[in-house]
């Protein structure tokens, strides 16, 4: 349990005209880490040999992204999250670690996707 809370999960729409097409997993366009705005697009994704764009659903920070690229996608699967309460203390992160999503408020220490607990301090998210 846990991870989830609070979190708002992006699935695969149910593109209506094309729901019987497999559709694919082409590439983020924003990084896990980075924040979005609702309906920033934030990956593209084929059906049928046609692109189409995926929107955020709402707005945060990109956590917990698939890399399932080869493999088919069903309507409604979450294929990554947003978690709004990481919003107002993200940064960019470092080039060592790309994946880190912030800093704890109260030691500063790196954050990585899924942490609920801060890993040096221990302090809850
Ligand atoms: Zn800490």
Redesign the pocket.
Known sequence: MGGTEGRIGIVVPDFARTADKPITLSRWTKKAGQRVREGDRIAELMCDKAELELAAPGAGVLVDLSTSYDRELAVGEVIGWIDPSLEAWIWDPPPEHPTAIGR?R??T?LLFPGDLR?R??A?LL
Do not use: E, Q, W
């Open positions: 704890c109260y030691c220490a801060c040096n301090c302090a």
